[in-house]
């Protein structure tokens, strides 16, 4: 049983390198689960029992470099408090705020087939907003409760988890609306518009003003800090 699941995993692991460079070459479009499973000497129907999609298979990549981003490992490995959540809520704003000028296109590419999915049938959204919930989520809410525990936010009424997921559908609209070469909305000034979506969002989830102007000055800017992927989240 034992060797029979190491075996597994390790095809497994073989399908996701196979895949990620197929979708390094051709792109998510340009790639089809049949060239994965040639690049990884198997059939295309041992694939699926591994992967059931294309889109699930690309979310797993995805999933796998959000765990292995050291920032985001460092994010994970602090104590839930409202530093650990302004930091989460500063990251995940300077990595959407600053995909548009990033060098890295596929960045913004992941961030296209994002929204696309949305208007499309929302298998590679499902799934990759249910790793990221599961990623991010115990660190938000735990974070969420101790800063209402110190006196630094109110407790908002419903699911906390949907807190997590109102700032990131607003900071992925505020990215998509910079997206064109033409942006379709100007907010001016990057650092301020940085600076304004963090506020915005951490009153929002119900943090003090005291708490907000404390912890966003100590802090350094979404330029300077670590990023959290939500969309790659």
């Known amino acids: ?5 190491m075996t597994s995993d390790l095809r497994r692991q073989l399908i996701l390198s196979a895949a990620k460079r197929c979708f390094a070459r051709n792109g998510f479009a340009g790639t089809t689960t049949k060239s994965v499973a040639a690049a990884a000497a198997i059939s295309e129907g041992l694939l699926f029992k591994h992967f059931p999609s294309k889109a699930a298979l690309y979310a797993e990549i995805l999933a796998e470099e959000c765990e292995a981003d050291p920032d985001l490992a460092h994010l994970l490995g602090q104590e839930p408090s409202t530093a650990t959540l302004v930091e989460l809520v500063r990251g995940m704003v300077g990595h959407f705020m600053q995909l548009r000028d990033a060098p890295d296109e596929e960045e913004t590419q992941r961030l296209r087939l994002m929204a ?10 499902r799934l990759l907003y249910d790793k990221v919930g599961k990623l991010l989520g115990p660190t938000f809410a735990a974070s969420i409760d101790s800063a209402i525990a110190a006196g630094e936010a109110t407790r908002i009424a419903g699911e906390p988890l949907n807190l997590f997921w109102f700032a990131h559908h607003t900071v992925l609209m505020a990215a998509l609306a910079q997206m064109p070469a033409t942006p379709c909305l100007s907010y001016g000034n990057a650092a301020d518009v940085e600076r304004q ?3 915005f969002i951490l009153r929002g989830i119900g943090l003090t003003e ?9 802090q350094p800017s979404p330029c300077q800090g670590q990023s959290v992927t939500a969309e790659s989240a």
């Open 210 to 218: 005291a708490a907000i102007v404390d912890h966003l000055n100590r």
């Open 197 to 199: 979506l963090c506020e």
């Open 116 to 125: 696309t999915s949305h208007l499309d049938d929302g298998e590679f959204a």
């Open 1 to 5: 049983m034992s060797t029979l699941r």
